[in-house]
């Protein structure tokens, strides 16, 4: 995932491997930030239970281990994140679109806040920024 609208080298913020999210430009297992087994995403390279930050249900991301409606913190309907258990244009926190995240309701090239190539899951991306 690259900062903004550019895809150099240097603006790598993350790097994805099917499994880890790595800090900067490494496959290095000292910087894997974190874990995504398909449901839960964990803190670093450890999958142990205690180390759960987040849980995904294939439309909603929980805090923590739990799939409770109260701790829903992003709602996701394919292209669009909302806060909380919300499809509400005004709840709208950011764009997903042809390999750009943008903030808001928005796809305007101005908005871009992060570029990713290839395919990232959708709750790998939300931690990535």
């Given at each position: 995932?690259?900062?903004?609208?550019?895809?150099?080298?240097?603006?790598?913020?993350?790097?994805?491997?099917?499994?880890?999210?790595?800090?900067?430009?490494?496959?290095?297992?000292g910087?894997?930030?974190?874990?995504?087994?398909?449901?839960?995403?964990?803190?670093?390279?450890?999958?142990?239970?205690?180390?759960?930050?987040?849980?995904?249900?294939?439309?909603?991301?929980?805090?923590?281990?739990t799939t409770?409606?109260?701790?829903?913190?992003?709602?996701?309907?394919?292209?669009?994140?909302?806060?909380?258990?919300?499809?509400?244009?005004?709840?709208?926190?950011?764009?997903?679109?042809?390999?750009?995240?943008?903030?808001?309701?928005?796809?305007?090239?101005?908005d871009?806040?992060?570029?990713?190539?290839?395919?990232?899951?959708?709750?790998?991306?939300?931690?990535?920024?």
């Amino acid at each position: 995932m690259y900062h903004g609208k550019e895809t150099s080298y240097f603006n790598i913020l993350y790097t994805w491997d099917g499994q880890h999210v790595y800090g900067g430009n490494s496959t290095y297992y000292g910087d894997i930030v974190y874990t995504y087994d398909g449901q839960h995403i964990y803190q670093g390279a450890q999958t142990d239970y205690f180390k759960i930050i987040f849980t995904w249900d294939g439309q909603h991301l929980y805090q923590g281990n739990t799939t409770n409606y109260f701790d829903i913190i992003l709602t996701f309907d394919g292209t669009h994140v909302y806060k909380g258990n919300s499809a509400n244009y005004f709840n709208c926190l950011y764009t997903i679109s042809q390999g750009h995240i943008y903030k808001g309701n928005s796809t305007y090239y101005g908005d871009i806040l992060y570029t990713f190539d290839g395919h990232i899951p959708f709750p790998v991306l939300m931690m990535m920024f």
